[in-house]
């Protein structure tokens, strides 16, 4: 069974753009999740989706927004990028809602986006 | 709310000797606890998880865990440590979405 896929692998952006990264899930999985990894905050959770509709979000700006797709696959996309959403950004999948019983998260290789 | 602490940013072992990686967490109810491991570059892998019964879990690459609900503790362990074990680790604890301690940086003396 394929892993959790995410690309693009790596991206360069300049402030005041916006951005795209996509997730796969892994095939049956319904629920996604996003992580931001920086040096300075480690991983945060930004929001988590499940049959279509957010179901949990972390405290991030709403420049950051996500969407999730009749297969399951997602989307986020950070508007107005500042240096600081320089990070590695991680999508996790999970055969149920993260939290349930025995739906561990399945985690992504990440995109790497860099805001110059 | 939920919280996990990683007291040691890094730690230094030799080749063949034992580990522990200390984990302490906050949550009101019943944790469901996870450590993944994250080699340079990569995503994290899942290596052993808690969710209920048994406290000492066995994972992946001989790791093992012990739930400790007293100290609230979630320590990983290996009895013999590869080079190629040298990574950063993660615990991490469940309340609806996961919440992850700062990391350990593994270094593995030859």
């Known amino acids: 069974k394929a892993g959790v896929t995410q690309t693009p692998r790596y991206l360069i952006k300049t402030r005041g753009q916006q951005v795209t990264l996509s997730c796969s899930p892994i095939?049956?999985?319904?629920?996604v999740s996003w992580y931001q990894q920086t040096p300075g905050q480690g991983l945060q959770f930004l929001f988590e989706?499940?049959?279509?509709?957010?179901?949990n979000k972390g405290n991030f700006p709403g420049r950051f927004s996500g969407r999730q797709f009749s297969n399951s696959r997602s989307e986020m996309n950070v508007s107005t990028l500042e240096l600081g959403d320089s990070a590695l950004y991680l999508c996790?999948?999970?055969?149920?809602?993260?939290?349930?019983?025995?739906?561990?998260?399945?985690f992504g290789p990440g995109t790497r986006l860099t805001v110059l | 709310a939920q919280s996990v602490t990683q007291p040691d940013i890094h730690i230094t072992v030799s080749e063949g000797a034992s580990l522990e990686l200390r984990c302490n967490y906050s949550?009101?109810?019943?944790?469901?606890l996870f450590w993944y491991v994250q080699s340079p570059g990569q995503g994290l892998q899942l290596l052993l998880k808690?969710?209920?019964?048994?406290?000492l879990v066995q994972g992946i690459k001989g790791f093992e865990a012990e739930f400790k609900r007293s100290q609230s503790s979630f320590n990983l362990r290996k009895p013999s440590v590869h080079w190629s074990d040298a990574a950063e680790y993660f615990c991490?604890?469940?309340?609806?979405?996961?919440?992850f301690g700062a990391g350990t940086i593994l270094r593995v003396k030859s």
């Open positions: 996790a999948s999970s055969a149920g809602l993260a939290g349930g019983t025995n739906n561990e998260q399945f």
């Open positions: 095939s049956g999985h319904r629920s």
């Open positions: 989706y499940f049959s279509e509709t957010q179901r």
């Open positions: 949550y009101g109810a019943t944790p469901y």
């Open positions: 808690y969710f209920s019964g048994d406290t």
């Open positions: 991490a604890v469940s309340g609806g979405k996961l919440v």
